[in-house]
């Protein structure tokens, strides 16, 4: 654990061994300065002041923080500061005591993202999806805004999985992941179900005609580069589109809706997008 005192004045007095190992600053270096030398800058001024008043209120603070080495490099640390009171009943000193626990942040950080993440391509899972469906939907109800939701499966890719197996198949599904991130702003959100399935939420289209563009161009851009093609290879999109009002007021609604003309988009022939209709919803 390191361990620094910090005097009334606010300048450091003492640190330990662990302190300079942690930090790579020795004890020289640190003797009256401010312990703001360690700041990470990740911090709002606000925070300081919740520390500050817990002190003087309790005189105790602890919790994480993130910090800055000599040589720049930065760590997350799990911080102890106690207030001592002199016989005046005013501070005399402070004694922080820490440790890094960035390697801990880091796991716990990868771990969360993985419950909200594709692991094969990195795109937002189905609960993350729903989630920013959710926001977005209630941005747009509250605003006014136009929201399109687009399923798009690939034509194709089943025949890709069986006769090259499926690292090809899994280079296919980065490859488009690529495509349709370059395709849409980076205001929209691109998703993966799982499988060959993805899903595009198109945020505030001026109106419908705009969302067959961006259809149109999803589909041309779905064609595999040199560098992924084998013999007989073919990849398409087969896509379905539900708008917010026009063709749904939930998410459910949205999703179940954009999801029924997927489907109907690759009974008609695949390679094409279809907006949902009542007629779609009957056919399935």
């Given at each position: 654990m390191g361990v620094m005192t910090v005097g009334a004045d606010e300048t450091v007095v003492s640190v330990n061994l662990a302190f300079t190992d942690i930090t790579g600053y020795a004890a020289e270096e640190m003797m009256g300065r401010v312990p703001r030398v360690l700041d990470a800058a990740h911090h709002e001024p606000t925070e300081y002041e919740v520390m500050r008043t817990a002190l003087e209120s309790t005189g105790h603070w602890e919790g994480e923080v993130w910090?800055?080495?000599?040589?720049?490099?930065?760590?997350?640390?799990?911080?102890?500061i106690s207030m001592i009171r002199g016989a005046d009943g005013k501070a005399a000193r402070y004694v922080s005591v820490f440790s890094d626990i960035t390697a801990r942040w880091k796991t716990n950080e990868r771990t969360k993202h993985l419950a909200l993440h594709d692991p094969l391509t990195g795109l937002p899972n189905r609960h993350?999806?729903?989630?920013?469906?959710?926001?977005?939907?209630?941005?747009?109800?509250?605003?006014g805004r136009n929201l399109a939701l687009f399923f798009v499966d690939l034509d194709g890719f089943k025949s890709i999985n069986d006769q090259w197996g499926h690292a090809a198949g899994d280079e296919v599904l980065k490859f488009v992941t690529n495509t349709l991130l370059d395709t849409l702003r980076t205001t929209d959100t691109v998703a993966r179900l799982g499988g060959d399935e993805f899903v595009l939420l198109f945020e505030n289209p001026a109106?419908?005609?705009?969302?067959?563009?961006?259809?149109e161009r999803v589909i041309a851009a779905i064609k595999l580069p040199p560098s992924l093609q084998q013999t007989d290879s073919r990849i398409g999109a087969s896509i379905g589109i539900a708008m917010?009002?026009?063709?749904?007021?939930?998410?459910?609604?949205?999703?179940?809706?954009?999801?029924?003309?997927?489907?109907?988009?690759?009974?008609?022939?695949?390679?094409?997008?279809?907006?949902?209709?009542?007629?779609?919803?009957?056919?399935?």
């Open positions: 910090e800055r080495r000599k040589d720049g490099d930065t760590y997350m640390a799990w911080q102890s993350l999806l729903l989630e920013r469906l959710d926001q977005s939907m209630a941005r747009a109800q509250r605003e109106n419908q005609e705009e969302v067959a563009h961006l259809a917010l009002g026009v063709h749904a007021k939930s998410v459910g609604q949205l999703v179940k809706n954009a999801d029924s003309a997927m489907y109907a988009a690759k009974a008609a022939g695949k390679s094409r997008f279809l907006f949902f209709t009542p007629a779609v919803q009957s056919d399935r």
